[in-house]
């Protein structure tokens, strides 16, 4: 523990002294290939500092946030597009800008006490699932990777929800959601493009998508080129999450990832093909609840089929779990410390 503390501080400092760097020096020099040459080397060392941690749960955060977006939004800014464009107004919000899946909100919404139900609802799911390991000798297996899966998805919207909790304070701003409700998604189109990860498709569109589709279009028709943009977006999104993944494994990826992400292009793509067939969508129009159980369920199945098994096998579910686990234990220690400090005081 005190060597991954050490190796956290190093990721830290290294963070903070690149992305100061890109925020000072990189605006002065001519957008594209310049300005790409000038980040370059931060893209590189963001790409090694996941390797510093043996922790399941730092490698991912720091994969996650420094290899996947910080190195897309650079590599866009250096283009002079994407979410970093217009340059936030100081280094603090550039940072957080830079590292985090976060984006300003333009019209600020009154505040309600239902997102504070659905995250009190997330944990207390999350902590039933932590129980249901107690049990996992006697549970199918198959039921297991469900859960692993359920898991994963459970913890990142716990972490980013406190995260951006934590960011919008420091920074006096309010912040777009992460996500918005996937659960409630009615088709693909709906679950990748507007509800899941909301902050993935701002930068594959201008970073993979329209590229893609204005080169294709050149020698197809606009429908195949809508098709290609989204089956290579689906294509690198899936190879970045196979890299994030060997950051988890220290294995070379064995393609399941990336496979996942191909099936949900093609599921998409045809999807699409099929609505603009009028005919087709008036004699087979579903129902709300109906499509939300055939979107869900086909992405909740694909993942646990193609996405949870690398895991499982390499061991990185059981470190994952024990992780989460000794954490969980570590707050309550601290709390019920506290509370007795507390309860001292006032005697």
């Not at 199945?301 to 390499?314: F, H, I």
């Amino acid at each position: 523990m005190e060597e991954e503390l050490k190796s956290l501080i190093k990721v830290l400092l290294l963070t903070i002294i690149s992305i100061s760097y890109c925020y000072y020096l990189p605006p002065k020099i001519k957008p594209g290939l310049p300005r790409f040459l000038s980040v370059f080397p931060i893209l590189a060392l963001f790409l090694v500092l996941p390797l510093f941690f043996s922790t399941v749960h730092l490698s991912f955060i720091t994969a996650f946030f420094l290899t996947w977006l910080a190195n897309f939004k650079l590599i866009l800014f250096s283009f002079d597009k994407g979410p970093l464009i217009p340059i936030p107004s100081n280094l603090s919000r550039f940072l957080c800008f830079t590292c985090f899946p976060i984006k300003a909100q333009q019209n600020p919404k009154p505040q309600t006490h239902l997102p504070i139900l659905v995250f009190a609802t997330k944990v207390a799911i999350f902590g039933v699932l932590l129980h249901l390991y107690d049990y996992k000798q006697t549970l199918p297996p198959l039921l297991l990777l469900g859960l692993y899966f359920l898991h994963l998805y459970l913890e990142i919207e716990i972490i980013l929800t406190l995260l951006k909790v934590f960011v919008s304070i420091s920074l006096g701003c309010d912040l777009e959601p992460q996500s918005n409700k996937p659960y409630l998604a009615t088709s693909l189109q709906d679950f990748w493009g507007r509800r899941w990860n909301i902050i993935v498709p701002s930068i594959l569109r201008p970073a993979v998508y329209t590229p893609m589709r204005q080169v294709s279009e050149r020698r197809m028709s606009s429908d195949w080129a809508l098709f290609s943009g989204i089956l290579v977006t689906f294509i690198v999104s899936g190879l970045v999450h196979d890299l994030l993944f060997f950051y988890l494994t220290r294995e070379m990826p064995t393609g399941e990832v990336t496979l996942f992400f191909i099936l949900q292009g093609i599921c998409l793509a045809a999807e699409l093909a099929v609505k603009k067939k009028t005919t087709v969508m008036q004699r087979w129009r579903l129902t709300p609840a109906v499509s939300r159980i055939l979107t869900v369920g086909f992405v909740f199945v694909t993942g646990s089929w193609l996405m949870t098994p690398q895991l499982a096998r390499s061991g990185v579910v059981e470190k994952y779990i024990n992780e989460a686990l000794f954490f969980v234990s570590f707050v309550k220690h601290k709390l019920f410390s506290l509370l007795g400090i507390f309860e001292t005081s006032v005697n």
